[in-house]
């Protein structure tokens, strides 16, 4: 009898209060799917860059960007812009590196702070170079050391970078054209890094149009490395018996997005398919992504300079499913095959960066990945050029959802990162950086 | 007197079509180029012609470049790394079509 006086009372204050301050419940119903499902709004952050490619942010934010065929350069947080280490022949460089140069989807690329950056100032960039060509990359079909990980000292002052020490010197680069409908030099060219768990350096590298290469673990293409910040393999990479050390999983087609799953730390790679199946996968230590486009293997016959990964009939339109069935993208013969959480429906719509949404303002997409679309509607294909969120399940093995970012408008997103902020930042081909806020 | 009015006055009327007609580009429509190119050019070679990614810059270009360069990738010969894509995007485009792409492309500029 009391406990019933008592919740008596107590409805009363609330019923009081709601009236006092002017709410009911259905208000409250709608402010609670107001904070679940956010509000979106973008901004230009930059403008007329030259294909900007990633950027990497500081807590504070400021920010380092890439562009393809450029150089290196940092937004502080006054606005001010600093052109830091440029490619050959960039103007208006602090310094620059001879080596470095731009090709077809090669170039300049992927660049992240090291976790500990407020102490040892330490910024690493990926880049194509010929520094290390040796007497390899005579032709598409021998080793081509053409793409390196450097590691830069940057100035208190942010306006030089000093000290450059090139970590990784032998991810492979695709020399010449082929008889491919991409088959520009700099193909499937990787290039995204991006820090893990334990402050380790993850690079995505590409198959660079060798037939061979995801499935031959003594060359770094079409492999995710996990090294140190001196280019060394982490101590528990497992891959197979007499691979190179440094690769944590092989078997990838042209890596461009790795993120880690803010929950656990997982790792995930997206992945652009070949006219059909781009992927988003969950990493498994030593596994194998699945993507054979070797010749002679799989039922297949000879192939285009001994590629076969726009077969068969690699130069018409075609059921996007009869390629995945000719060459497929995660091959099931292979026992440690690690399968796909999404495969697009089946379409090759140009999948690239990735990032997971951090911060309670994405509400009930927060810890969510997002993935950003470059189609270009080739055979009836929507081009569907976008940022995609995806609930992924918790075994990586599947999504929940797919859902759409809603900008209000479509570009080529080719990077992403999460800033300081808790905002989304993506680099389009356009040549804009764009900030993208929820609340 | 007669005849330097008759001459003054066709000089100027060849001035003013000349004026009237200086935006205007022969034999392509400006309007339904630009409308073709947003059906699919535009997915790789960006807005206006700009240019992205590994996919050069087509804007600026002389009318008779784009011509001829689209009518060889239609005869399916090559000219490029790319052109294996470029011989199937322009085998179903017609002669109007190419004529208003390149009318459209000269002078095609991108703001943001």
Request: proline share 5%.
């Given at each position: ?41 973008s ?29 290196l ?58 520094k ?33 020490t ?5 991810i ?194 927060e ?33 929940k ?39 | ?9 066709t ?40 240019g ?50 390149a ?9 943001n």
């Amino acid at each position: 009898m009391k406990l019933v006086g008592n919740v008596k009372f107590i409805s009363t204050v609330l019923a009081s209060a709601m009236v006092l301050f002017g709410l009911h419940s259905n208000a409250i119903a709608g402010h609670h799917e107001g904070m679940d499902v956010p509000s979106i709004k973008s901004s230009v952050v930059m403008s007329g860059l030259e294909n900007p490619w990633d950027m990497a942010f500081l807590p504070d934010g400021t920010m380092f960007y890439t562009e393809k065929c450029k150089g290196l350069s940092v937004r502080t947080t006054g606005g001010k812009v600093h052109a830091l280490y440029g490619m050959k022949g960039s103007k208006g460089y602090k310094s620059s590196g001879k080596d470095l140069f731009c090709d077809g989807q090669a170039g300049m690329l992927g660049v992240v702070a090291d976790r500990n950056f407020a102490s040892n100032r330490t910024l690493y960039v990926y880049s194509t170079s010929n520094k290390y060509y040796g007497s390899g990359c005579k032709t598409n079909f021998e080793k081509c050391d053409g793409n390196i990980v450097m590691k830069f000292k940057v100035a208190k002052n942010l306006k030089s970078v000093s000290g450059r020490t090139d970590i990784v010197k032998d991810i492979q680069y695709k020399p010449f054209k082929s008889d491919q409908p991409f088959g520009g030099p700099g193909a499937h060219n990787g290039g995204r890094i991006r820090i893990g768990p334990g402050g380790y350096l993850w690079v995505g590298t590409g198959d660079r149009h060798r037939g061979i290469c995801p499935q031959d673990n003594s060359l770094l293409c079409g492999v995710v490395l996990r090294i140190d910040g001196d280019g060394n393999a982490h101590p528990d990479n497992n891959p197979p018996a007499g691979s190179d050390k440094r690769i944590y999983t092989y078997g990838h087609r042209n890596v461009q997005g790795i993120d880690f799953r803010p929950s656990d730390g997982r790792a995930f790679t997206a992945e652009h398919g070949p006219w059909h199946n781009d992927e988003i996968t969950a990493l498994v230590n030593g596994g194998n992504g699945g993507w054979d486009p070797a010749q002679k293997r799989g039922g297949r016959s000879a192939c285009p300079d001994e590629y076969c990964g726009y077969e068969p009939n690699q130069m018409e339109g075609m059921d996007p499913a009869v390629r995945a069935a000719y060459t497929p993208m995660s091959d099931t013969r292979f026992k440690d095959l690690m399968p796909p959480a999404w495969n697009n429906n089946g379409f090759s719509q140009g999948t690239g960066s990735a990032a997971f949404l951090k911060g309670s303002n994405w509400g009930i997409w927060e810890g969510r990945l997002t993935a950003g679309i470059m189609g270009i509607a080739f055979g009836d294909t929507p081009a569907g050029s976008r940022i995609d969120i995806y609930d992924i399940a918790a075994d990586g093995l599947s999504i929940k959802t797919v859902t759409r970012m809603p900008l209000g408008f479509s570009k080529r997103f080719r990077g992403l990162v999460m800033g300081p902020d808790n905002a989304l930042y993506t680099a389009t081909d356009e040549g804009e950086i764009y900030k993208i806020t929820a609340n | 007197m007669g005849g330097e009015f008759i001459i003054k006055f066709t000089r100027g009327l060849f001035l003013l079509f000349l004026l009237y007609f200086s935006g205007y580009s022969w034999g392509g429509d400006k309007v339904a180029g630009e409308a073709r190119y947003k059906k699919t050019c535009i997915n790789c070679h960006g807005p206006a012609g700009k240019g992205a990614a590994s996919y050069p810059k087509i804007s600026g270009r002389e009318i008779s470049y784009v011509t001829s360069k689209l009518e060889t990738y239609r005869d399916g010969i090559e000219i490029g790394p790319n052109s294996g894509l470029m011989i199937m995007m322009a085998k179903p485009l017609t002669d109007e079509e190419i004529a208003n792409l390149a009318a459209y492309l000269k002078d095609a500029k991108y703001t943001n």
